[in-house]
């Protein structure tokens, strides 16, 4: 009969543990968590609304494996004044950056790739590189050395392989890029992923691997890699791997029509930092891209997705590797992802990680959130932090860049710090 007992009571603690990894929409009062002061969120958002600093937001907060909060504040649409959904499907961009990440590692895991292999071995114009020297912005031609080594995996996972941005990065590469023809990543591109690496490959690096942190198309790289050794595409892949798994059923590279309503209208601010709509031929992103349909599966910049389901990827790192009964990564390598990778400060204040920015010791003397937590950001204005020590994590969503008034989203961080008891 003890026997007995004690088998149950192990089949109990054991489904309790794994309901308790699931999460669920439904907002739970946390007895860590004082509801009058975390409710200084929704005022403070119902002002930025009020005074035209923000047309809309969606908000939600993990605490110890629980939705705590999870509102949405303002309009999806100002013009209609259609409220913010909670979970509506934002565009995420370089949120990207971390799934795309994760499956790089779970390749890692499989013995498919070493982290300090070289990006040759998968596309081998990346062997052999050169640096950027000169440039002459008459012509955008330029001269160049040798680079010290190949580029790595690990190089790319950092952003320190010396591949810059188009569009958005340092104004020579732009310009060598664009005369190239190669995408940012950003909207809807024509062409396959494997054809515009392969190109990105001949092109200098802005300096040599290693050397510096240049945020860049690493990501689209890695993706790329990620197609080449599992013979999928990454929207394949992050499906079959990642989503599917996870549970996480809003997120796509190509949003159904089904599902088209729920995107909210993405903003910008004029000369004068009036919020105006961000038109389709604005910086040569048309906003309706998730909807257009596309084959080119940017790795750092082509999903959109909900705060819920996002908030579901960073609690699998949180657990360990391991959501609603499956491990996703190992523990270790869970571990890895943000463990301090460079020898410097990659910002000048905090560490990075294998996909992360890692808040440093001396940041967290500075700011709310603790050390070892990991962060990013997308363009269109979603943020995101989790918080290790305090099993905490935060999403805040907009689709709103620049914003003049981006400083709300450090209140709120201070407002959910200010909040906790013992």
């Known amino acids: 009969m003890k026997k007995l007992v004690s088998v ?30 975390l409710a200084q969120i929704d005022t403070l958002l119902n002002e930025y609304v009020k005074n ?9 907060i993990v605490k110890d494996n629980q939705v705590v909060y999870y509102k949405g504040h303002g309009f999806a649409d100002r013009a209609s004044k259609k409220p913010m959904d909670p979970n509506s499907i934002f565009r995420i961009m370089s949120q990207t950056k971390a799934i795309t990440s994760l ?23 990346f062997y052999k590189q050169t640096v950027l020297k000169n440039f002459y912005e008459v012509d955008s031609t330029y001269t160049t050395l040798p680079s010290k080594r190949n580029i790595t995996i690990r190089d790319l996972l950092t952003h320190t392989s010396g591949i810059d941005y188009a569009a958005i990065g340092s104004e020579k590469m732009q310009a060598i890029y664009a005369k190239a023809g190669i995408p940012s ?34 990501s689209d790289l890695l993706g790329c890699i990620v197609e080449i ?11 079959k791997n990642i989503f599917e798994p996870l549970g996480m059923r809003d997120t796509y590279f190509n949003v159904p029509a089904s599902k088209a309503k729920r995107l909210p209208m993405v903003y910008t601010e004029d000369s004068t930092n009036k919020i105006i709509e961000w038109s389709p031929s604005f910086r040569n992103i048309d906003p309706n891209y998730p909807l257009l349909g596309t084959s080119f599966f940017s790795g750092g910049a082509g999903l959109s997705s909900t705060a819920f389901d996002y908030a579901i990827f960073l609690q699998m790192i949180l657990n360990g590797g391991k959501y609603n009964g499956k491990q996703i990564i190992s523990p ?47 363009y269109y204005g979603t943020n995101y ?19 003049s008034h981006f400083g709300f989203q450090g209140k709120i961080e201070n407002i959910i710090y200010g909040s906790l008891v013992k």
């Open 332 to 378: 270790r390598t869970a571990e890895l992802m943000l463990s301090p990778q460079l020898d410097f400060k990659f910002d000048g204040l905090n560490d990075f990680g294998l996909g992360f920015a890692i808040t440093s010791e001396k940041a967290a003397h500075l700011y709310a959130r603790n050390k070892g937590s990991f962060s990013w950001g997308g």
């Open 229 to 239: 050794v599992s013979g999928m595409t990454l929207e394949a892949y992050f499906h």
């Open 52 to 60: 035209n600093w923000l047309v809309g937001a969606s908000t939600i």
């Open 103 to 125: 499956a790089v590692l779970q390749l890692f895991e499989n013995g498919k790739l070493n982290l300090d292999q070289a990006v040759g071995d998968f596309i081998p114009t």
């Open 8 to 37: 149950i009571t192990i089949l109990v603690l054991f489904i309790g543990t794994s309901i308790a990894q699931v999460l669920s929409p439904v907002v739970t009062r946390s007895k860590n968590l004082d509801p009058v002061k």
């Open 385 to 403: 932090w989790a918080d290790p020590k305090e099993k905490l994590i935060c999403l805040i969503m907009t689709q709103h860049t620049p914003n």
């Open 185 to 218: 990543g950003l909207g809807k591109i024509n062409g396959t992923l494997l054809e515009h690496m392969k190109l990105l490959g001949t092109l200098p690096l802005v300096h040599q691997p290693g050397e510096k942190f240049t945020y860049g198309l690493n």
